[in-house]
């Protein structure tokens, strides 16, 4: 069984970071894409950010140049971090990662940006 552990999230000021992480352990075969989506209130999940195998990687529009998607392979680790932030990137944050043939969902972890 694969499980995915989020942590990092929290409340922060406008202008300030903060830096996510997203572990897989469990019966991993391989692991391909990983990556980060969000869901405000009211709003669609969203993604924020990917990153491939070999390290390509993309952002939404909203987050680039702000938001710094990175993987450890050795730990089936996937981070964000996140600087610059704004209120609107107040949201649950989900990593999503491939594994093997399907993909695996996070818990969430909530970020919210006071202004």
């Known amino acids: 069984q694969v499980q995915l552990v989020e942590s990092g999230g929290g409340l922060v000021q406008a202008g300030g970071s903060l830096r996510l992480s997203c572990t897989a352990s469990?019966?991993?075969?391989?692991?391909?894409?990983m990556g980060w989506f969000r869901q405000a209130p009211g709003k669609q999940r969203e993604l924020v950010a990917q990153?491939?195998?070999?390290?390509?990687?993309n952002y939404a529009d909203s987050v680039k140049g702000r938001f710094t998607i990175s993987r450890d392979n050795a730990k089936n680790t996937v981070y964000l971090q996140m600087n610059s932030l704004k209120p609107e990137d107040t949201a649950v944050y989900y990593c999503?990662?491939?594994?093997?043939?399907?993909?695996?969902w996070g818990q969430g972890t909530q970020v919210t940006v006071s202004s």
């Open positions: 999503n990662v491939q594994i093997g043939l399907g993909s695996r």
């Open positions: 469990g019966s991993i075969s391989s692991i391909g894409v």
């Open positions: 990153i491939l195998s070999f390290g390509s990687t």
